[in-house]
């Protein structure tokens, strides 16, 4: 017998980098379950518009996933507005796309800031108002490369290699407690970040709404490892058990070297978006004045 879908009617959820994106889907598919919803954005003007195009009382709020104070902030407001919190999902991200050796120190430091330390402080933030109101759901999202790699792409899978290893520490470390977690591993999706970057030979690229469903589904049930497409879970796993030169092979037949041949000028629109945000960006900690500063937070893949 199937075990049955809890609802989500009602239920209060806070979703970062929700202005677009699998954000803003996952926030749409949501309310059509009567949810209510929270979306934060570093981009303000942004998340408040589309707060206000998913209607259903969806509030959208600043945020910026890097700083303990605004993301306390956010929480508090989503609380004091909508309820007690329970579910909170960490969406927020940025990918450049690049050689290693080209990346910019400053960037890489910033990569880890958003994708691995503001998960990190929406984890412990989040935790901590499931275990006062005894209940709660913690969804991070990662990426299929938090499980395996890419070139062009290093320090991006180090931090959702990252993620994944977080999730699962803090699923083992509440084993006890009534608080769910799931951790999701998407393909490359069909948004902005992803741009100019080829889908895996013999799969179609997920649209953002298709990631949304998965994350909605997770909620209803419970289910900790989500992949979109799903059938990645036998491939990812199947593949664990292989030697590593066919491993090494099936990537390649897949297309997992893809990145490398990312078509910049595709990927025009995002890069600039993140160069616009450079110069208001406020790192977390003290940088020399002569390093140019990376983007904030985006939807993530």
């Given at each position: 017998?199937?075990k049955?879908?809890?609802?989500?009617?009602?239920?209060?959820?806070?979703?970062?980098?929700?202005?677009?994106?699998?954000?803003?889907?996952?926030?749409?598919?949501?309310?059509?379950?009567?949810?209510?919803?929270?979306?934060g954005?570093?981009?303000?003007?942004?998340?408040?518009?589309?707060?206000?195009?998913?209607?259903?009382?969806?509030i959208?709020?600043?945020?910026?996933?890097?700083?303990?104070?605004?993301f306390?902030?956010?929480?508090?407001?989503?609380?004091?507005?909508?309820?007690?919190?329970?579910?909170?999902?960490?969406?927020?991200?940025?990918?450049?796309?690049?050689?290693?050796?080209?990346?910019?120190?400053?960037?890489?430091?910033?990569?880890?800031?958003?994708?691995?330390?503001?998960?990190?402080l929406?984890s412990?933030?989040?935790?901590?108002?499931?275990?006062?109101?005894?209940?709660?759901?913690?969804?991070?999202?990662?990426s299929i490369?938090?499980?395996?790699?890419?070139?062009?792409?290093?320090?991006?899978?180090?931090?959702?290699?990252?993620?994944?290893?977080?999730?699962?520490?803090?699923?083992?470390?509440?084993?006890?407690?009534?608080?769910?977690?799931?951790?999701?591993?998407?393909v490359?999706?069909n948004t902005?970040?992803?741009?100019?970057?080829q889908?895996?030979?013999?799969?179609?690229?997920?649209?953002?709404?298709?990631?949304?469903?998965?994350?909605?589904?997770?909620?209803?049930?419970?289910?900790?490892?989500?992949?979109?497409?799903?059938?990645?879970?036998?491939?990812?796993?199947?593949?664990?058990?292989?030697?590593?030169?066919?491993?090494?092979?099936?990537?390649?037949?897949?297309?997992?070297?893809?990145?490398?041949?990312?078509?910049?000028?595709?990927r025009?629109?995002?890069?600039?978006?993140?160069a616009r945000?450079?110069?208001?960006?406020?790192?977390?900690?003290?940088?020399?004045?002569?390093?140019?500063?990376?983007?904030?937070?985006?939807?993530?893949?």
């Amino acid at each position: 017998m199937a075990k049955a879908l809890r609802s989500l009617a009602g239920q209060v959820v806070a979703i970062t980098g929700g202005g677009r994106g699998i954000g803003q889907a996952t926030a749409a598919a949501l309310v059509a379950r009567g949810a209510r919803v929270a979306i934060g954005d570093i981009d303000a003007g942004l998340v408040q518009q589309t707060a206000a195009e998913l209607g259903s009382g969806t509030i959208g709020l600043a945020l910026d996933v890097t700083s303990r104070e605004s993301f306390a902030s956010f929480i508090d407001e989503v609380e004091t507005r909508l309820g007690p919190l329970d579910g909170l999902i960490n969406n927020a991200g940025i990918m450049p796309v690049g050689p290693f050796l080209e990346e910019a120190d400053a960037t890489a430091r910033r990569l880890v800031d958003i994708n691995l330390h503001g998960v990190i402080l929406g984890s412990k933030l989040g935790l901590e108002r499931f275990a006062a109101h005894g209940r709660g759901h913690l969804v991070n999202i990662a990426s299929i490369v938090g499980k395996s790699a890419s070139p062009h792409l290093a320090t991006y899978v180090a931090t959702k290699h990252a993620v994944v290893g977080l999730t699962e520490a803090l699923r083992l470390e509440f084993a006890d407690s009534s608080i769910d977690f799931t951790v999701v591993m998407p393909v490359g999706v069909n948004t902005e970040l992803y741009s100019g970057i080829q889908p895996l030979r013999g799969m179609k690229t997920p649209e953002p709404e298709e990631v949304a469903e998965a994350i909605v589904e997770a909620l209803q049930t419970g289910r900790y490892e989500v992949y979109v497409p799903k059938r990645m879970n036998a491939i990812i796993r199947s593949a664990a058990l292989l030697p590593r030169p066919a491993m090494d092979f099936i990537g390649k037949a897949l297309g997992g070297d893809t990145v490398t041949r990312a078509d910049h000028a595709v990927r025009a629109a995002y890069e600039q978006r993140i160069a616009r945000t450079m110069a208001d960006a406020q790192p977390s900690d003290p940088k020399p004045a002569a390093e140019p500063e990376p983007a904030r937070e985006a939807e993530t893949v």
